[in-house]
């Protein structure tokens, strides 16, 4: 016996009772052999298994808990919201995930404006660097959910969850993953997909260097009075780096990157206060604003992690990278580890071993220049703006202006954030 087994009776409840919670275990047998382990069922996880459900390889995905599904309802959106690039929004078309989303909590970034704490300005077009739309917003919540949902459905894949690991062992012929409830997984690759904590790359040996910008990341979402037209703000300040993303219909999610103390101060207003504020920041452009989510933070910090791979373990995502989302490509980046990773598995010969550092070497090596050089623009740009000398400041804004005033450097910019490197 193989494949999933699906447990769809809670404790306590009959079998005619709403089903409030699926647990989904693999065989039960003490060794579980596969081709391919992954830890992680996040958006890098579950894309990443998307990614090889053509291939004849046998997966094996271990998650903690099942993703909480959305809402779905006019009034709730999820705080959480990312702003997918379109090379990754080809990505997840591609995976057949694109075409099951609600178009309708989906918002298209036709234009960008971005000011310095001066007189500086920046602005981009979709329609001026050639694009369809400079990004996609969406709820964080809505495509970790279509994600899950399709993993479940995949053949070539075993998703264990709930399921935490307790050890493991590398050896030269693969890795066994032992589970704290004694079931034991035999791969020749495992895949760290588990975050910025990761618990693989600790027990692989893959040092990670992190620097604490000591700011949070205070997201919020709100109703306008006016219409943004699919226009970005983005707003460099003393105070910090603050955001204004479209979603669909006269509504907006908040991105407001700060000090530690003010991110607390803004936790603590209410929400007439909270909105004010915000509304003042943007000069009213939007009219008056309704709080619709209740303001969450999280902490922001830049990660380094100088390898990516070790003797059949790889790490995508968070596990991977973490750098500053005042370009709000953290997420982007993690995306494109599980399409690199997943076409270097498939361009392997049928008889390769996948664990072997010469395969994992080629995805580390297509990885290495879009994720240093974004890790090293906004972690420069943050520097930048968190330098309060006179000199400095005008330096910074004056060069935004100057950029703003050469379109073909603006195209160029424009294309990078949404397209990301050329391929060579």
Not at 225 to 252: K, N, S, Y
Request: glycine share 8%; charged share 20%; with cysteine.
């Amino acid at each position: 016996m193989g494949g999933l087994v699906k447990c769809a009776r809670p404790l306590g409840k009959s079998a005619h009772a709403p089903v409030e919670r699926l647990q989904y275990i693999a065989r039960m047998s003490k060794q579980l052999d596969v081709d391919l382990i992954i830890v992680g069922g996040g958006l890098a996880g579950t894309a990443l298994a998307t990614a090889l459900r053509s291939t004849s390889l046998r997966i094996a995905l271990i998650e903690a808990r099942a993703p909480i599904a959305p809402a779905h309802t006019p009034d709730t959106w999820d705080a959480r919201v990312y702003a997918i690039s379109p090379v990754n929004q080809r990505f997840l078309n591609d995976l057949g995930v694109w075409q099951h989303l609600n178009a309708e909590r989906l918002s298209a970034v036709q234009r960008m404006e971005i000011f310095g704490d001066a007189d500086g300005r920046l602005a981009f077009s979709a329609y001026d660097a050639g694009l369809d739309e400079l990004a996609w917003i969406i709820e964080s919540g809505l495509m970790q959910d279509e994600l899950w949902q399709t993993i479940k459905r995949q053949p070539n894949l075993d998703l264990l969850c709930p399921a935490t690991p307790a050890s493991l062992q590398v050896a030269d012929d693969g890795v066994t993953l032992q589970l704290q409830d004694g079931r034991a997984i035999h791969a020749r690759l495992l895949v760290a997909a588990d975050g910025a904590k990761s618990w693989v790359r600790e027990q692989a040996g893959l040092d990670a260097t992190t620097t604490p910008y000591h700011e949070m990341g205070v997201v919020a979402n709100f109703e306008t009075e006016l219409p943004h037209h699919g226009t970005a703000w983005q707003w460099f300040r003393d105070d910090g780096v603050l955001a204004w993303l479209p979603l669909p219909g006269h509504r907006f999610s908040m991105v407001w990157s700060t000090q530690e103390a003010h991110a607390e101060q803004l936790t603590k207003l209410t929400a007439e206060e909270l909105c004010e504020r915000v509304a003042s920041v943007g000069a009213h452009r939007l009219g008056k604003l309704n709080l619709i989510t209740p303001p969450a933070a999280f902490p922001l910090r830049l990660m380094r992690v100088p390898r990516t791979i070790s003797s059949r373990i790889a790490l995508i995502g968070d596990a991977a990278h973490a750098i500053h989302p005042l370009s709000g490509h953290g997420i982007n980046l993690g995306f494109q580890d599980a399409a690199v990773l997943a076409e270097v598995l498939r361009e392997a010969p049928p008889a390769a071993d996948l664990g072997d550092l010469r395969i994992l070497r080629k995805y580390e090596r297509k990885r290495r220049e879009e994720v240093s050089t974004l890790q090293m623009a906004t972690h420069g740009l943050q520097r930048l703006f968190q330098h309060s000398s006179t000199p400095v400041a005008r330096l910074r804004n004056w060069g935004m202006t100057l950029t703003n005033a050469l379109p073909f450097a603006r195209s160029l910019l424009a294309r990078y954030a949404a397209l990301g490197p050329m391929p060579r």
